[in-house]
């Protein structure tokens, strides 16, 4: 049974626009979330990170959400670029340093 | 090279053969993982090493082996290939207690026919 959950497989939205991506998770025990962004034909690769302390975190056009007592995080990419096509993976990590990943969505971003 | 080099980067097996997926990183390390990724799954980790010498068992590892002979090395085993592992491959690694996030390796396609 996933302990990360992103229930939307894709997402289509218009350059300029706002992108926001969901994640929903049921380890209460994670203390820390990230999102990974991957191109075809190449490894994830770091994005943006949040600590359990904290309820946003901001790093240029990217900023991540968490909400603790819904267990609920959601990345928003303002304004969105045709470059950041990708697939978009939430990860959550316990106190064992080890991932858990949800599915993935995919970003189209239209022109 | 500078982060971690998978290969293969494609391979076609026949159902029943032995196959090793090779793993190495230049960072030094101290924590490596193997993940794979299937379609509507997300990334499920296989085994993991927190530090050489030492390895475990993750979500999914069954059918696979691995070990950890030295810190830069974590080779993945497939004993008797079955078609249910056609997926992609990927390592990764982690300062223990690190943090930020994992660096991963570029995948390794495999297709057990």
């Known amino acids: 049974d996933q302990q990360v959950k992103q229930n939307s497989p894709s997402l289509s939205v218009q350059e300029g626009r706002i992108s926001i991506l969901n994640c929903d998770y049921t380890n209460s025990m994670f203390d820390y979330f990230l999102w990974y962004k991957k191109y075809p034909a190449e490894g994830p690769t770091f994005l943006i990170s949040i600590s359990s302390i904290k309820d946003k975190n901001e790093d240029g056009r990217f900023t991540v959400f968490l909400n603790k007592s819904a267990k609920h995080l959601s990345l928003h990419i303002v304004p969105s670029q045709p470059g950041d096509s990708a697939v978009y993976f939430c990860a959550a990590r316990a106190n064992d340093y080890k991932l858990s990943f949800g599915a993935g969505t995919t970003v189209t971003v239209r022109a | 090279i500078a982060g971690i080099t998978q290969a293969p980067t494609s391979q076609i097996l026949a159902a029943g053969r032995r196959m090793t997926l090779r793993c190495t990183q230049d960072m030094r390390h101290n924590a490596m993982y193997w993940y794979r990724q299937d379609l509507g799954l997300g990334l499920r980790l296989i085994h993991y090493?927190?530090?050489?010498?030492?390895?475990g068992k993750g979500e999914v590892p069954d059918g696979y082996s691995v070990s950890r002979a030295n810190t830069d090395d974590f080779p993945l085993t497939l004993a008797s290939a079955v078609p249910s592992q056609t997926s992609v491959y990927f390592c990764?690694?982690?300062?223990?207690?690190f943090g930020g996030g994992y660096t991963f390796g570029s995948g390794t396609r495999l297709t057990v026919v």
């Open positions: 090493s927190n530090t050489a010498g030492t390895t």
């Open positions: 990764a690694s982690s300062e223990t207690g």
